[in-house]
Structure formats: C-alpha cells, structure tokens
C-alpha cells in the first residue's frame, strides 16, 4: 500500500523519465538554472557532481555513463571517481517551495520538496481506494470514511453483538435482539429501583400510621379517665 502510494507519488512529481530530476511544474517559483539537470532538463534528484564539475541527477548521469564516458555538457572524459554526491546542493532543492500534485482536486497546500512524500501520505486531496472488501472506488481521502458508510460494499457485524452480518440491505431494518434484551433489562432495573423506592415508603407509612393510632388511643384513654 504505501509502496504503491510512493510509486504513485514518484510519477506526479517526476518527468516522463523515471528516476529523472523533478518536473518544473511541481515548483512555486521557476528554480535557477544552476539546479536543473542537462540531461533531464528536470530540477536536480539526488544531485551528483562527476569530475569535469558538471552536476545531473544521479540516476541521469549513471544511465548516460553506461553508453559513453563523457560529459553530456563538455564532452570532457569522465575519470576517477564517477561522481560525488552534493548534499548541500541536494539540501538546497529540498527547501524549493512546491504545489501540491493534487491541486487540480482541490489541494491548496504548499511546502518545501523535503515534506512532499510526508504531505503526500495524508493530503485530504489524495485518492484513496475504498477499505471495503471488493470496492474499487478511488475517492479523495477527505470523503473516504463518508464513501465507506455509504458504500455498497460496506459490512459490519452488529455492534451489540447479535452475531448478524450488517449490510446495506438488511442494516436499517436489522432488528437485533440483543438490542431488545438490553433495552427490557434496562426497563426491569427502572422498576426494580421503583419497587424497592415503593416498598421503603410504605413501611414508612405503615410505622406513621401505627404511631398515630397509638397517639389516639392513648387521647381517648386520658379523655375517659377523666
Ligand atoms: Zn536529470
Ligand atoms: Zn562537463
Ligand atoms: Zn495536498
Ligand atoms: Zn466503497
Ligand atoms: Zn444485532
């Protein structure tokens, strides 16, 4: 999955060539001429040096290497050490501003080169493949989880435990029986709790009635004594 994501994202920023230095189009702003590649005419991937002082993408040079050892640009033999990889150059590239490659879904992000792969991983904009066994939707990753609940592909045991395999046809109607049970032991421990409050107020009642009748009758007897 996310070899297949890096993939995608290696042909929205590269040119036709693969392994090729960046496409032009991806940059906010056209980079110096100094950081494209002669070969590609891309801006600078994985920038290398080889030893007429020429730079190129690494993996440019290394396929033009294979069929002459001269310099594309100067024609001069290549020899020594193949090349030298130029990090500070390399760190330079990585700080250019770029477009997000889903701006034409909607992505207004902008962010140096280094973080590409990292928005890439989890640009609302992205197409994401729908996680519902079977489906083949593609849908921009803002609206997947909206998509998947509404999916004809979705599934889902019943929460409650029933054991029922929810689908669309069957959820709204599904009526689980755990759902019922608990509903009635909900209701039953309401009237337990309303028996018992029930029961305590009677025997109240009862002590206050048995005090009063003794209240009366102890008034009679002192009236009758009298
Ligand atoms: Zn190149
Ligand atoms: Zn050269
Ligand atoms: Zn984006
Ligand atoms: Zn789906
Ligand atoms: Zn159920």
Not at 42 to 65: D, E, Y
Request: glycine content about 8%; overall charge neutral; hydrophobic content about 30%.
């Amino acid at each position: 999955m996310v070899l297949e994501r890096a993939a995608r994202w290696m042909s929205a920023v590269g040119p036709a060539m693969v392994g090729g230095g960046y496409d032009l189009e991806i940059f906010t702003e056209n980079p110096d001429e100094d950081l494209l590649c002669s070969i590609c005419h891309g801006v600078l991937r994985c920038p290398v040096m080889i030893s007429c002082g020429h730079n190129f993408c690494r993996k440019c040079i290394l396929q033009w290497l294979k069929r002459q050892q001269t310099c594309p640009c100067c024609r001069t033999e290549v020899r020594g050490k193949l090349y030298v990889q130029m990090h500070k150059l390399k760190r330079k590239i990585n700080r250019l501003q770029v477009k997000c490659p889903n701006e034409e879904n909607g992505c207004p992000a902008l962010f140096p080169l280094l973080r590409s792969e990292e928005h890439a991983e989890t640009c609302a904009y992205g197409l994401v493949t729908c996680d519902n066994e079977g489906c083949p939707a593609e849908v921009l990753r803002k609206d997947a989880a909206e998509h998947g609940q509404s999916c004809g592909y979705w599934s889902e045991m019943c929460h409650m435990g029933c054991g029922t395999l929810l689908t669309p046809e069957n959820r709204d109607q599904h009526n689980c029986y755990m759902e019922l049970k608990e509903t009635y032991n909900k209701q039953l421990h309401k009237l337990r709790v309303k028996a018992r409050r029930l029961e305590s107020l009677s025997t109240q009642m009862c002590r206050q009635i048995q005090l009063l009748s003794e209240g009366l009758e102890g008034a009679q007897a002192s009236a009758n004594a009298q």
